[in-house]
């Protein structure tokens, strides 16, 4: 579905990805791992039109090049930053509803997810659906975001250190609504540091190291790897 080479972006004068180079498979869950820094989110808002980039990606055969956010949004491709990024003075509904597409290549087609599969996914959030989201907690925004970007039916969603400050019990809850999404045919790119959660759920584990693909393999593979585990990945 999403097959990137030779992708290299740029933070002005900074030169931060070099020559990046893998696919995502539809229905697959896609771990990208690595150390703060090495280029792990830059290559998220790459897809996602958000930084300059050169090199060739394609979205079911179709390049993204010069495509502006809106647009591959609409093509079919979520994205749940690490910033969360919820608008706190709506309610946790509002917000939802902000999530649903109108218009774009999906116009007309039936969503597979309703506000019942939000709220039966994260009880929380049904709980709080009157409150506006800026009160929630850290916890409860990283529902919220994960499912406003779900209501607008995504083919692929990239999310980005989903379970960054939460707690067990809520990583937990993440693991279990990234494998909901798998069984509905959605495949993610999840970025991550630990490797907790990407090593129990991914199909397929990549590394970056210093804007590049550093391994590529299954997480049991990864684990067998001592050394690229430690060059790496632990601090």
């Not at 697959?28 to 690595?34: F, P, T």
């Not at 502006?68 to 990024?85: I, M, N, T």
């Not at 608008?87 to 597409?101: E, I, S, W």
């Amino acid at each position: 579905m999403l097959k990137i080479q030779d992708l290299q972006a740029f933070y002005g004068k900074s030169h931060v990805l070099h020559g990046v180079s893998f696919a995502v498979g539809a229905g697959e869950i896609v771990a990208l791992l690595g150390r703060n820094g090495s280029g792990r989110s830059t290559t998220a808002k790459a897809i996602m039109g958000l930084v300059e980039w050169t090199g060739n990606m394609e979205w079911k055969g179709q390049s993204l090049s010069g495509k502006k956010a809106f647009e591959v949004a609409h093509l079919g491709l979520g994205y749940v930053p690490e910033s969360r990024d919820i608008f706190p003075a709506l309610t946790v509904h509002q917000n939802l509803l902000l999530g649903q597409k109108k218009g774009g290549a999906k116009a007309g087609e039936g969503s597979r997810w309703s506000f019942d599969d939000m709220y039966r996914m994260f009880p929380r959030l049904k709980e709080r659906q009157h409150t506006e989201a800026g009160v929630l907690s850290g916890g409860e925004q990283q529902m919220l975001t994960l499912c406003r970007t779900l209501m607008g039916d995504p083919d692929l969603i990239i999310i980005d250190e989903p379970t960054e400050g939460l707690a067990p019990k809520i990583v937990g809850l993440v693991g279990e609504y990234l494998q909901t999404l798998k069984q509905r045919g959605v495949s993610v790119l999840l970025i991550e540091q630990k490797l907790t959660i990407a090593m129990v759920i991914s199909d397929r584990a990549l590394v970056m190291g210093h804007g590049g693909i550093v391994f590529e393999g299954t997480p049991d593979q990864l684990r067998a790897d001592a050394q690229i585990r430690k060059e790496w990945l632990e601090v």
